[in-house]
């Protein structure tokens, strides 16, 4: 029997939902082809740090980027203020990251590679992958489905968001029995260092053990 979990947990000084730790997940890209790009009413989250990278690779990816997207950069940059006063990156029609850019993209990592046709992709992602470029793309991108707040003390805080384009990140989340934590190694490392997410690992083990995870 699995012990009820306190929904909040303070890792390293960090508030995390504890369904960060519970819940399954894995991005589906055969299924959703990138449409975490390409819908919501409002950019990703940047950091001024970030939008001054972003400034200098807007050259490198220029050429991936639609006419209408090119449009939007000349005339408010490559982000502005939201309804809700935070940074985002600058959209097109309302929902379309300015950097979305579309083309193929081979599934590797499994017996027969496939290759998604027409899937949404970032040009910053695509450049930096191409070593084209040296910035990758928003911690806020890289680390959804978590999403990062910090309130007026400067207290961190880890919200597992749920999506409904994203069930089938959910469902293949389930069949692979992988913990969003788990999907999201690599930039939670990226964000809070290798020491930080240790301790997260440390934390669930130690939950596992206390019957609070299954």
């Given at each position: 029997?699995?012990?009820?979990?306190?929904?909040?947990?303070e890792v390293?000084?960090?508030?995390?939902?504890?369904d960060?730790?519970t819940?399954?997940?894995c991005?589906?890209?055969?299924?959703?082809?990138?449409?975490?790009?390409?819908e919501?009413?409002?950019?990703?989250?940047?950091?001024?740090?970030e939008v001054?990278?972003?400034?200098?690779?807007?050259?490198?990816?220029?050429?991936?980027l639609?006419?209408?997207?090119?449009?939007?950069?000349?005339k408010?940059?490559?982000?502005?203020?939201?309804e809700?006063?935070?940074?985002?990156?600058s959209?097109?029609?309302?929902?379309?990251?300015?950097?979305?850019?579309?083309?193929?993209?081979?599934?590797?990592?499994?017996?027969?590679?496939?290759?998604?046709q027409n899937?949404?992709?970032?040009a910053?992602?695509?450049?930096?992958r191409k070593?084209?470029?040296h910035?990758?793309?928003?911690?806020?991108?890289?680390l959804?489905?978590?999403?990062?707040?910090?309130?007026?003390?400067?207290t961190v805080?880890?919200?597992?968001?749920?999506?409904?384009?994203c069930?089938?990140?959910?469902d293949?989340?389930q069949?692979?029995?992988l913990?969003?934590?788990?999907?999201?190694?690599?930039?939670?490392?990226?964000?809070?260092?290798e020491?930080?997410?240790?301790?997260?690992?440390?934390?669930?083990?130690?939950?596992?053990q206390?019957?609070y995870?299954k």
């Amino acid at each position: 029997m699995v012990n009820a979990l306190p929904p909040i947990l303070e890792v390293g000084g960090i508030l995390i939902s504890s369904d960060i730790l519970t819940e399954r997940f894995c991005c589906d890209l055969e299924v959703c082809k990138g449409a975490c790009c390409i819908e919501g009413d409002a950019g990703a989250p940047v950091t001024l740090d970030e939008v001054m990278e972003i400034e200098n690779c807007v050259d490198d990816v220029w050429g991936d980027l639609s006419a209408s997207a090119q449009a939007v950069i000349d005339k408010q940059g490559v982000a502005y203020t939201d309804e809700e006063g935070d940074l985002v990156t600058s959209i097109v029609n309302g929902k379309d990251c300015v950097f979305t850019c579309y083309d193929g993209l081979e599934l590797t990592g499994q017996p027969n590679p496939t290759v998604i046709q027409n899937c949404c992709l970032c040009a910053l992602e695509k450049a930096a992958r191409k070593n084209n470029s040296h910035f990758v793309k928003p911690i806020s991108c890289a680390l959804y489905p978590i999403r990062e707040k910090t309130f007026s003390d400067g207290t961190v805080a880890l919200n597992y968001h749920r999506w409904d384009i994203c069930k089938c990140g959910r469902d293949k989340g389930q069949a692979l029995n992988l913990p969003v934590y788990q999907f999201l190694k690599v930039p939670l490392i990226r964000r809070f260092g290798e020491a930080w997410y240790q301790e997260l690992c440390d934390v669930a083990s130690e939950l596992q053990q206390m019957g609070y995870l299954k």
